[in-house]
């Protein structure tokens, strides 16, 4: 015990071991045991006795783990309305209003019709579906609208646009403004066997064709794909249309473009001169399946386009850029190869996407099939990335590729007597969401079903990295739209208008209808619940200890001191800024669990 020295003078200060001291109520300093581990010093009012209290350490909770949920160390946890905790989910969902679509008559229903595609006006709001009809070989066009909620109807009855045609594969559309009409320009074949350019505007739900000229050359050797300047930039004209396609064998079946030029109300200025292709194929294969989109990024005036087909050889889908000038002709760049896995199908679809990288572009194919259905052992549907330098006819970044149906290569062969499908696409711009709408070949696929139809999600994780959406593919995690024969899934098309993209499917019947329907793909998360970080491993009903703000969590990896974390709608936790501040990294391993970064 203390010597004391005076009346305020404490010269020496002995006492037992392990012991802290403090002054009472009285005056007198007082001896007290040091406490158990993880005890704090606690008051237990201005004249009493303090004491030793066990706390949660570091800013510690314990929770139950919610029924039917687990976590890991590490995991970011949220806390339900049952007070029970589970990792942070993320909910993927596919929105297609089941008896909100749209079927035509059988006259115009046919799913096996060699002609149809849809555009969409954003002035007017409105899609237009153009098709060849099953019975009178018309080419129609319906326009359609869909409501806030996916619902897809007629707007008025169907146009004739042209009489005699066969075929036809691609539609493109200039969007109009206040001041002059979108302008939609396609190619189609005649009963006879001629190209026909065909040309016109919509204001509406009307429907106003202004030019069908027909062409003395034959088409039979592949249906030709076009693109349209995408934008009206206010002139009397519009710069450029694209064309592309493939001569007949007795031309050796190479490929071909053309420049044409319309005015503002889509009526034909004038053709521009032909531009060949290579032509001498290896045998049994051909130059084909072109398909093109205009590139509204190049800084040269709506005239540049990318063209992307399937080699003389059949062994590569490759992509080119095309610029067409009226007055200067018509310039092409070095072709780059986007895949060499083997054979390719004819049926190339490509999709301008944004400005990132110049001009962001995907591409979607059937891998493997060698032109005879059903005797490839990996027929795949595959998306492709790229991007491309404004202004400049190479410049190409070639990306990653995916494969958007389920399962993997090795998961069946499909040897079914139908043949895979190209996927359809469409690139939902508010939340940066690539819809693919892919499918099924056979029974023996990964999910056993005859030849149904999916929805899957991809996003890019990098400028040219593309990725499947978590919960929505693949391994049996795609919406099915429909089991079922003959489940062709075509001309998908988003609008930002309602968010919904609409597309076109057919019956599970050879001879059955098509149906015209609305889908819409959300994701949310639970990530606003966030309370902190599970510290153990447990399963459902078990305690986990939680480490909440102003502790240290050590459960972490690959953590950049230093760095501002943030949990992700998807639970994860990373460097972009979310509206749920996780904490900062003072360690590799070790993260300071903050509420304000």
Not at 119 to 147: H, K, R
Not at 415 to 426: D, G, H, I, W
Request: proline share 4%; glycine share 12%; aromatic share 10%.
């Amino acid at each position: 015990m203390p010597t004391v020295n005076g009346p305020d003078e404490i010269t020496t200060l002995e006492g037992g071991n392990d012991k802290v001291f403090y002054s009472n109520n009285t005056g007198e300093i007082t001896e007290l045991a040091l406490g158990a581990a993880n005890t704090v010093l606690t008051s237990a009012g201005a004249t009493s006795a303090p004491s030793w209290v066990a706390t949660a350490s570091g800013g510690e909770v314990t929770l139950n783990v919610a029924t039917g949920k687990s976590v890991t160390a590490g995991d970011a946890v949220v806390i339900d309305a049952s007070g029970t905790t589970a990792p942070v989910t993320l909910t993927s969902t596919w929105d297609s209003p089941v008896g909100g679509q749209y079927t035509p008559p059988t006259s115009r229903s046919s799913w096996y019709t060699t002609g149809w595609d849809m555009v969409y006006s954003e002035y007017d709001q409105m899609y237009y579906y153009f098709y060849q009809t099953s019975g009178s070989n018309n080419l129609e066009c319906i326009p359609l609208q869909v409501s806030a909620t996916g619902v897809v109807t007629l707007a008025t009855s169907p146009t004739t646009i042209a009489s005699n045609m066969m075929m036809f594969y691609q539609v493109s559309m200039c969007q109009g403004n206040a001041s002059y009409p979108s302008v939609f320009y396609l190619t189609a074949a005649t009963t006879a066997g001629y190209l026909s350019h065909i040309g016109g505007n919509v204001s509406g739900s009307t429907i106003n064709t202004q030019f069908n000229n027909i062409l003395v050359y034959t088409t039979f050797g592949g249906w030709s794909r076009i693109a349209i300047t995408p934008v009206q930039l206010g002139g009397a004209s519009l710069p450029a249309v694209l064309v592309a396609g493939r001569y007949p064998v007795t031309y050796g079946y190479g490929g071909w473009w053309q420049g044409m030029q319309l005015n503002s109300s889509g009526a034909s200025i004038g053709i521009g001169s032909w531009y060949n292709a290579p032509s001498s194929p290896a045998s049994g294969s051909y130059f084909d399946g072109p398909e093109v989109v205009a590139n509204p990024n190049m800084g040269l005036g709506g005239t540049a386009f990318q063209v992307v087909y399937r080699n003389d050889a059949g062994t590569a889908i490759e992509a080119v850029s095309i610029r067409w000038d009226p007055s200067a002709g018509g310039f092409g760049g070095t072709a780059v190869q986007l895949d060499t896995q083997g054979l390719h199908s004819s049926g190339m679809r490509v999709l301008y996407i944004d400005t990132v990288g110049g001009s962001r572009f995907v591409a979607v194919d059937r891998k493997g099939w060698n032109g005879s259905i059903g005797t490839s052992g990996s027929e795949w549907a595959i998306a492709y990335c790229f991007s491309k330098t404004n202004g400049n006819d190479n410049g190409f970044t070639i990306g990653n590729s995916i494969q958007t149906l389920i399962g993997s290569a090795s998961a069946g062969t499909y040897t079914a007597a139908v043949a895979q499908a190209t996927p359809s696409l469409a690139w939902d711009a508010t939340s940066s969401t690539l819809y693919l709408l892919t499918r099924e070949n056979s029974t023996g696929s990964p999910n056993g079903v005859a030849q149904g139809s999916y929805f899957t999600a991809a996003e890019f994780t990098a400028s040219a990295t593309l990725a499947l959406v978590a919960g929505a593919g693949p391994a049996s995690t795609e919406q099915l739209l429909l089991a079922g024969a003959q489940q062709i899934p075509m001309a998908m098309v988003w609008n930002s208008n309602t968010g919904y993209a609409v597309f076109r499917y057919g019956t599970s019947s050879s001879t059955g209808s098509y149906f015209m329907r609305g889908v819409k793909f959300a994701q949310s998360s639970d990530s606003e619940n966030y309370i902190g970080i599970a510290q153990t491993t447990e399963t459902a009903g078990n305690p986990v200890d939680v480490k909440h703000i102003g502790s240290i969590d050590d459960n972490q990896t690959g953590l950049t001191v230093g760095g501002k974390y943030y949990v992700q709608i998807d639970g994860t936790l990373g460097t972009g800024a979310t509206t749920v501040p996780a904490g900062n990294a003072i360690s590799a391993t070790k993260l300071l669990l903050r509420d304000n970064l």
